[in-house]
C-alpha cells in the first residue's frame, strides 16, 4: 500500500487548503483512512478520518472549517481546510489507520508541507 499527498506548498490566510491523497495498492472503501499533521515544534495532531463504514469524523476545534471526501473512482481522498491561518501551517499527512486511536495508521504518506502566509 502506498500513499501520496499533493497540494500547493502555499496558501494564503482566509483560503481554502485542498489536499488530495491517492491510494494505490488497495482500495480506499476497504479501510479507514485518516488525515493527521504536524505543526512547526510540535507533535502530530489528528485531523480526521473516513471510516470504510462510510462515516467522517473530525477534530473537534477543526470541524467547522473541516471537510474530507473520498473519490473512489480515482482511488483518492481529500482534505478540505477553509479560513486557513499561519497556525494552519505544518506537514500535512494523510495514512491508512488501524485500531488504537484516531492517530494510529499502518501504512503513510511522505508528508507535504504546507505554509500559510501573504
Known amino acids: 500500500v502506498q500513499l501520496q499527498e499533493s497540494g500547493p506548498g502555499l496558501v494564503k490566510p482566509s483560503q481554502t487548503l485542498s489536499l488530495t491523497c491517492i491510494v494505490s495498492?488497495?482500495?480506499?472503501?476497504?479501510?479507514?483512512y485518516r488525515w493527521i499533521r504536524q505543526p512547526p515544534g510540535k507533535g502530530l495532531e489528528w485531523i480526521g478520518s473516513?471510516?470504510?463504514?462510510?462515516?467522517?469524523y473530525y477534530r473537534p476545534s477543526l470541524k467547522s472549517r473541516s471537510s474530507i471526501y473520498w473519490d473512489t473512482s480515482k482511488n483518492q481522498f481529500t482534505l478540505q481546510l477553509s479560513s486557513v491561518t499561519p497556525e494552519d501551517t505544518a506537514v500535512y499527512y494523510c495514512?491508512?489507520?488501524?485500531?488504537?486511536?484516531?492517530?494510529?495508521?499502518?501504512?503513510w504518506g511522505q508528508g507535504t508541507q504546507v505554509t500559510v502566509s501573504s
Open positions: 495498492g488497495g482500495s480506499i472503501t476497504m479501510h479507514t
Open positions: 473516513n471510516t470504510r463504514s462510510g462515516n467522517t
Open positions: 495514512c491508512r489507520g488501524v485500531s488504537g486511536g484516531m492517530g494510529s495508521c499502518d501504512y
